[in-house]
């Protein structure tokens, strides 16, 4: 059983700053890609930033102004949101692709989702 974990949402006025993290834990035999999702109410959830061993990807709307990172030691993954927005208001979820052993297939674990509202 693996578990993604996200912590740091919150209540922001627009032109602050967040740090998200995303605890990734249980039976993890490695970690490929990790990334980060939002999904705003009646909208369709959408990429925000992904990250590899060697390399980010970014949103055009985010680019710039959010970095991710992580810590493969800990796997954890972190986003820092800097001059948030109001159209950043949403629900930011975590994303690993995983194995789980080592002849086993990649697949897709999700987090339960942490709450980022950027008021005007």
């Known amino acids: 059983q693996v578990q993604l974990v996200e912590s740091g949402g919150g209540l922001v006025q627009a032109g602050g700053s967040l740090r998200l993290s995303c605890k990734a834990s249980?039976?993890?035999?490695?970690?490929?890609?990790m990334g980060w999702y939002r999904q705003a109410p009646g909208k369709q959830r959408e990429l925000v930033a992904t990250?590899?061993?060697?390399?980010?990807n970014y949103a055009d709307s985010v680019t710039g102004r959010f970095a991710i990172s992580r810590d493969n030691a800990e796997n954890t993954m972190y986003l820092q949101m800097n001059s948030l927005k109001p159209e950043d208001t949403a629900v930011y979820y975590c994303?690993?692709?995983?194995?789980?052993?080592?002849?086993?297939?990649?697949?897709?674990?999700w987090g339960q989702g942490t709450q980022v509202t950027v008021s005007s």
């Open positions: 994303n690993a692709n995983l194995k789980t052993s080592r002849l086993g297939v990649r697949k897709d674990s």
């Open positions: 249980g039976n993890i035999f490695s970690i490929n890609t």
């Open positions: 990250i590899t061993s060697s390399s980010t």
